[in-house]
């Protein structure tokens, strides 16, 4: 006899996982949008120095590392949720918001993790498609929110396009919609984003007791595989997300790691200059080859490959040990997203990229 599932796993897209962990051998890591710095030795020395603390259970208020949080970003500590990675963020947010006969609006193509919030909680994803440059069209985003909507994301800088919107026309966006929709604002790569201080877009959470800022240890800290996010926006969200989650879902050794990262400020300027100038090398060279790319605010590159065959280049790149993310599994299928990687590693894309497309 089958196991009984729930009939809403049926919607549930799965998570299009890279090429990544499938394949061996030397290999350029661009599918994830990781950067290619390791952990500072301070920040490895404070996850080494918790180790032998780990028969206990972690603080699950995580209350060091929001009052580290608070401290560093000038909010207040309880309106700050912490969570193993800002992926469980979202789907908890999704979770404590939306249900059968709510909608939900996000543009597309954007984070492949959007789709699978409405289908997992039964309510209604409204994809709204990216304008002609690649960015958010929040005209037509507003004009899809409606009395059920419960729930509006936007992505800012872009993934997998890159592209990103001025704060002031977030703020208009988010001013001009109902009080009673959650405004969950991606802001995974704002660190990247030359257009903006980060410090700019949390200015708008005074303003606006709707909107959620998401942001992430994963990008520009370089740890992602310790998994920690955050969710700025007010007591009741981090409460509400609170409610539906596990209380010990962020690690003693996660929670001591990012208390760390955040004493190291110069260290992400150094990253952040150092995926700027990749950035415009790799946008440099792509222009010398004539393609087509989204101007990118990120540590990646949106890559239009016109009437090329996606799957074909993806293989022969593929075959010479550089993985990148085909559009269709994001998407839009004619696209490829490259992340930068080291200098050394951009160039084994740039080179494989002209072999396989002759
Ligand atoms: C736009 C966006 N949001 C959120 C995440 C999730 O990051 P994490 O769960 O690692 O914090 C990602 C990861 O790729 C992302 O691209």
Request: charge should be negative.
């Amino acid at each position: 006899m089958s196991l009984e599932f729930a009939a809403r796993l049926r919607r549930i897209p799965s998570y299009p996982v890279a090429q990544t962990y499938a394949v061996d051998g030397e290999l350029a890591k661009l599918a994830s949008n990781e950067t290619p710095f390791g952990p500072s030795a301070a920040v490895r020395e404070a996850i080494e120095a918790q180790v032998r603390t780990l028969n206990r259970y972690p603080d699950p208020a995580k209350a060091r590392l929001r009052d580290a949080l608070a401290a560093r970003l000038g909010v207040a500590a309880g309106a700050i949720a912490v969570g193993n990675g800002s992926c469980e963020l979202l789907f908890a947010a999704a979770d404590a918001l939306l249900e059968p006969g709510a909608e939900m609006v996000y543009a597309w193509p954007s984070f492949s993790v959007y789709p699978q919030l409405a289908a997992q909680s039964g309510a209604r994803a409204i994809e709204v498609p990216l304008d002609d440059a690649y960015r958010h069209d929040l005209d037509a985003m507003a004009r899809e929110v409606t009395v059920a909507t419960r729930m509006v994301l936007v992505c800012n800088p872009n993934n997998p396009t890159g592209t990103a919107l001025p704060v002031a026309e977030i703020d208009a966006f988010v001013g001009s919609l109902p009080r009673h929709v959650a405004v969950l604002l991606d802001e995974a790569y704002v660190e990247f984003n030359t257009l903006q201080d980060p410090l700019e877009s949390l200015a708008l959470l005074g303003k606006h007791p709707n909107l959620v800022i998401l942001r992430t240890f994963s990008k520009v800290y370089g740890l992602a595989g310790l998994r920690v996010g955050y969710a700025i926006g007010s007591e009741d969200f981090r409460r509400a997300v609170d409610t539906v989650r596990q209380p010990f879902s962020v690690s003693t050794l996660a929670q001591a790691g990012a208390i760390e990262a955040l004493r190291h400020v110069d260290e992400l300027e150094r990253r952040v200059e150092r995926t700027v100038i990749e950035r415009v090398g790799i946008e440099d060279e792509l222009s010398d080859r004539d393609l087509e790319f989204a101007e990118s605010q990120a540590n990646f590159s949106w890559i239009a490959l016109g009437d090329r065959d996606e799957d074909a280049v993806m293989e022969a790149l593929a075959k010479r040990g550089v993985i990148v993310r085909g559009g269709k599994a994001l998407g839009a299928a004619g696209f490829l997203r490259v992340t930068y990687g080291t200098r050394e590693e951009n160039n084994r894309f740039l080179a494989a990229l002209d072999e396989a497309l002759g």
